[in-house]
């Protein structure tokens, strides 16, 4: 194969690889939105590139209702854009820290979904209520303390009040999840906004008992092979 061939093949491969990586931020941001979890403006989604210190996400002062494929933002950890176009949402300094300090953790998704932020607003931590949050959550999920958005400051409080979890309410602002994958990433979001609304609810009609740690043994087991994305402790 000559020079120029070799080099033709290399940018293929490359285009390749970028659509792939442009797609699955599409996809999960457009399912956030479609569900209603971030508005206009709001919220971040990304994915990690493999092996590299780089991901993809979505750009600064997204319109969810008219992006395209192209409008997603290739920058590396440093905040070097390795994309022409768009500037990266201001928070993916959240997602660097995030992808710093979890090997596993290959996509994430930051958005200001109603009930989730009500309790962030409130402070008060989401219980594990059903044992659906102890598999694809890893338990309760906790309140950080408050810091100013885009912050690296924020991504340590956020890193901090996760524990062992794949999602934690961001104080006076909105919810961050992480997972292996987009769709469980995408689940996840999901599943904590859902659960915030049912506990808001159930507390309307008296006291609740989460589920005690011993109960959820086998589904959080399950979490730690399948989903977890948290560093195992020594
Ligand atoms: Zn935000």
Redesign the pocket.
């Known amino acids: 194969m000559s020079a120029d061939e070799k080099e033709k093949k290399r940018l293929e491969k490359q285009k390749k690889r970028d659509k792939k990586y442009r797609d699955i931020v599409y996809k999960g941001a457009k399912r956030v939105y479609d569900r209603g979890l971030s508005q206009m403006g709001?919220?971040n989604v990304s994915v990690r590139v493999k092996r590299k210190n780089e991901m993809y996400i979505t750009p600064s002062q997204n319109d969810y209702a008219t992006m395209t494929p192209e409008d997603v933002v290739h920058i590396d950890f440093n905040g070097e854009h390795l994309s022409k176009g768009r500037r990266a949402s201001s928070?993916f300094l959240l997602h660097k820290v995030l992808y710093e300090s979890r090997k596993k953790a290959k996509c994430a998704i930051?958005c200001?979904a109603k009930h989730a932020i009500m309790l962030a607003v409130a402070g008060k931590k989401l219980p594990l209520i059903i044992e659906e949050m102890a598999f694809f959550i890893g338990g309760e999920v906790n309140v950080t303390d408050y810091a100013a958005?885009g912050s690296v400051e924020l991504g340590e409080k956020v890193i901090e009040a996760m524990g062992d979890a794949n999602a934690v309410l961001i104080r006076n602002?909105?919810l961050f999840v992480c997972g292996r994958d987009m769709d469980t990433t995408v689940k996840v979001a999901l599943l904590v906004e859902k659960m915030a609304e049912v506990y808001l609810g159930a507390l309307q009609l008296g006291s609740i008992d989460p589920l005690p740690p011993e109960k959820t043994k086998k589904w959080i087991d399950m979490f730690n092979a399948l989903n977890r994305t948290a560093p195992r402790k020594k």
């Open positions: 709001e919220g928070e930051h200001h958005s602002h909105g």
